[in-house]
């Protein structure tokens, strides 16, 4: 990316994964942002599944909705967002420059080269009419790879910015960074307690505090469930303006919290140990997932 945009003529470069269809009007809102102001280093656009024929593309087509699209208007109203989207971003390219581009020592490069821009202080903005169609992962062992990535990317950016909390001037930036360590340390904590009841179980060995079975869930577990399809609800209705068949997914995002959260912990737990015992300026590299059923 860095070649081509050394190669390219324009101020605005814009990036798409190899599989992302561009909407046609994509592009028009995108570029609205960088004429509105000068200091909008980078606008990323709003991902959208292609392939939705599988219980997990269809999950997919939920979180992309519900998820993904929430988080980031919801990280815009503090001013800063946790990353560009990989499938869909435009950079200035006088912002790109101020940073030196991306880096390839990171193995999601659209996190580290978006913590750069804010950084140094370039707007970063989402844009939900930027609409581009995207092929997710069909297969369990396509997202583990995928997801994976994203885990590690994710803990190796918060590494690499472990020192924005030694300058004020970064402080819109420490909820972003705050609330990704404390999803880091759900993750660890619900899989140690998930290992002791487990050993409990089996061995009868009490460790002194009370461990609930895991399913069925408390009822602070049906709480949790209630609030995700509270929140699945409203952001399907605000994506709806921009996929009118969004609502007849709806139904399969229910299994999110039961899928997607287990792999979502599982990855971390095994990503953050490659992250933090990286070497910094080794090559990042990885090997893609699957992108639709049969597709390699």
Same mark, same amino acid.
């Given at each position: 990316m860095t070649a081509g945009t050394l190669a390219a003529n324009g101020d605005i470069i814009v990036t798409i994964d190899a599989d992302a269809l561009l909407d046609q009007d994509a592009l028009t809102w995108i570029v609205w942002h960088f004429n509105q102001s000068s200091r909008v280093g980078a606008v990323t656009g709003n991902p959208r599944v292609l392939n939705r024929t599988t219980l997990l593309a269809k999950i997919q087509t939920g979180e992309y909705a519900t998820i993904i699209g929430l988080i980031k208007r919801s990280q815009r109203i503090l001013g800063k967002v946790l990353t560009v989207s990989g499938v869909i971003a435009a950079f200035r390219r006088q912002a790109l420059e101020s940073v030196g581009y991306w880096d390839t020592d990171m193995v999601t490069e659209d996190i580290s080269v978006t913590w750069k821009l804010e950084r140094r202080f370039w707007d970063v903005r989402y844009e939900p009419k930027a609409i581009t169609w995207v092929l997710v992962p069909e297969t369990i062992k396509g997202l583990w790879r995928q997801r994976s990535r994203w885990a590690q990317g994710g803990m190796?950016?918060?590494?690499?910015?472990?020192? $924005?909390?030694?300058d004020w001037r970064q402080r819109r930036l420490w909820p972003v960074y705050i609330e990704y360590l404390f999803s880091a340390l759900w993750a660890y904590t619900f899989w140690a307690l998930v290992f002791l009841w487990i050993v409990?179980?089996?061995?009868? /060995?009490?460790?002194?505090? +009370?461990? +609930?079975p895991p399913v069925p869930p408390q009822w602070t577990g049906a709480m949790l469930a209630l609030t995700c399809l509270i929140q699945f609800s409203i952001s399907?209705?605000?994506?709806?303006? =921009?996929?009118?068949?969004?609502?007849? =997914?709806? /139904?399969?995002?229910?299994? =999110? @919290?039961? $899928? =997607?959260?287990?792999?979502?912990?599982?990855? +971390? +737990?095994?990503?953050? @140990?490659?992250?933090?015992?990286?070497?910094?300026?080794?090559?990042?590299i990885w090997k893609s997932p699957d992108r639709g059923l049969g597709i390699k």
């Open positions: 190796e950016v918060l590494k690499r910015n472990i020192d $924005i909390f030694a409990k179980a089996a061995t009868g /060995f009490d460790f002194g505090i +009370v461990l +609930v399907a209705y605000i994506d709806h303006f =921009y996929d009118k068949k969004l609502f007849k =997914y709806l /139904f399969w995002v229910i299994w =999110y @919290p039961f $899928i =997607y959260w287990t792999i979502s912990a599982l990855t +971390v +737990v095994y990503a953050t @140990p490659k992250a933090l015992m990286k070497k910094r300026g080794s090559r990042a």
